[in-house]
């Protein structure tokens, strides 16, 4: 089974992996760590890649296990994402289709990380009509049989290629870092197979 660690409107590598494993878990008991794409998510604008980061708090310090990672509602986080997400996409090809599923993530306030990464991941999952499964972490964790959670860092290397894909601004490089955002606004009902398709670029995969 495949263990990942919570993401915030995750890359495509993320999703690639979940395609490929077929079933999947998030490990919400792992120690939060900061600088990846566990709170935040990668966008292509005008200006080039834009980093959205949801501010967070850790309740319990360096070991606050990432099911009790606090938001920071004194922030205009939302505000500010929405602004940039909108900015960056109004004139793709689907945004409009697909805007009404994302906006409520950005209206509705959020307290805890991984309820508001949980609650996208599946509502993205559903949208994809993607042939996976998620276990619920309580169900998952005595299972032997899963690959330990990727560092899930921007800094790494993309682990998988993909197909190359209208965008409204070209950026083909490291594709799979990239939010699924701009895959499903630029590329819409094809988001799917385009995932499907993805290669694996190390042996594992994730």
Wanted: aromatic share 12%; net charge neutral; charged share 20%.
């Amino acid at each position: 089974m495949l263990r990942l660690c919570t993401a915030y409107f995750p890359p495509l590598d993320y999703f690639a992996a979940i395609v490929r494993a077929g079933v999947f878990t998030i490990d919400t008991q792992e120690h939060y760590r900061k600088q990846t794409f566990r709170n935040r998510c990668m966008i292509v604008t005008s200006q080039g890649v834009q980093n959205l980061s949801v501010p967070c708090v850790k309740t319990l310090g360096n070991h606050t296990p990432a099911a009790q990672i606090g938001i920071d509602s004194n922030k205009h986080w939302q505000r500010d994402h929405w602004r940039s997400i909108c900015t960056a996409y109004n004139k793709s090809p689907f945004f409009l289709y697909y805007k009404d599923g994302i906006a409520p993530f950005f209206e509705k306030e959020y307290t805890n990380l991984c309820e508001l990464n949980g609650q996208i991941i599946d509502m993205l999952l559903k949208k994809l009509k993607l042939p996976v499964q998620r276990v619920p972490w309580q169900e998952a964790e005595n299972e032997a049989d899963y690959t330990p959670p990727a560092d899930c860092s921007p800094k790494k290397e993309a682990r998988f290629s993909f197909d190359a894909y209208l965008q409204t601004f070209p950026c083909q490089e490291a594709l799979g870092h990239l939010s699924i955002l701009d895959l499903l606004f630029n590329a819409g009902p094809e988001t799917a197979s385009i995932l499907q398709n993805a290669k694996p670029l190390t042996k594992d995969g994730f």
